[in-house]
């Protein structure tokens, strides 16, 4: 049966989605493109009429998930105001919500091992999704200029990677306060 233009695209939206929280909990290797397709209610057959490879549909999962990031840190930009921009960024980043669900969190920390090790298509679209949220954090704080926002951002992400790894939670929690201390968040 052939398929509109229309449900074509909302299947491949959903392909996307699903390939974006399962690459974002498991990783891109960690994840088949069945499973992907299973997991998005379609066969296995169907994918490549919609992906040239699972290395596109893994660029474009990244990208996604990275734009979605990126409507989520203007919202509570805009949302805190000018004076209080960067800090909500943080605080909403550096949350036990963000750790404890690597499937919706953010890409940064969960794709940046992938994006390094497989490079390519997925370390393009994580490059510019990185440099759109860089370029929201430095809106955001009129006294952060490049080298101190790259630095924000490589604690905040690597405080998340840090925090999910250790599997101690009073570890944990240690380090996101620490972080957030040094970024001028209260505990």
């Not at 960690?30 to 290395?55: A, C, D, I, P, W």
């Not at 963000?98 to 490079?119: F, K």
């Not at 992400?157 to 999910?164: F, K, P, S």
């Amino acid at each position: 049966m052939k398929v509109s233009r229309e449900q074509a695209a909302r299947n491949r939206e959903t392909v996307v989605d699903v390939a974006s929280r399962l690459f974002r909990a498991h990783g891109v290797d960690g994840v088949g493109v069945g499973e992907v397709m299973r997991e998005s209610g379609l066969t296995h057959g169907g994918f490549y009429n919609q992906f040239e490879s699972k290395e596109a549909l893994a660029a474009e999962a990244c990208a996604a998930a990275l734009a979605k990031s990126a409507v989520r840190w203007r919202a509570l930009a805009e949302g805190a105001g000018e004076e209080g921009a960067a800090s909500a960024i943080a605080d909403s980043y550096l949350s036990a919500r963000n750790r404890d669900a690597p499937e919706t969190g953010c890409a940064l920390i969960a794709l940046s091992p992938d994006a390094a090790r497989r490079g390519g298509e997925l370390a393009g679209a994580f490059r510019q999704g990185f440099e759109e949220l860089a370029a929201i954090m430095e809106q955001s704080a009129p006294d952060l200029d490049r080298p101190a926002t790259l630095a924000r951002m490589a604690q905040m992400v690597g405080a998340m990677a840090l925090a999910r790894a250790v599997a101690d939670p009073d570890l944990s929690n240690e380090i996101m306060v620490s972080v957030r201390k040094a970024v001028g968040l209260p505990e």
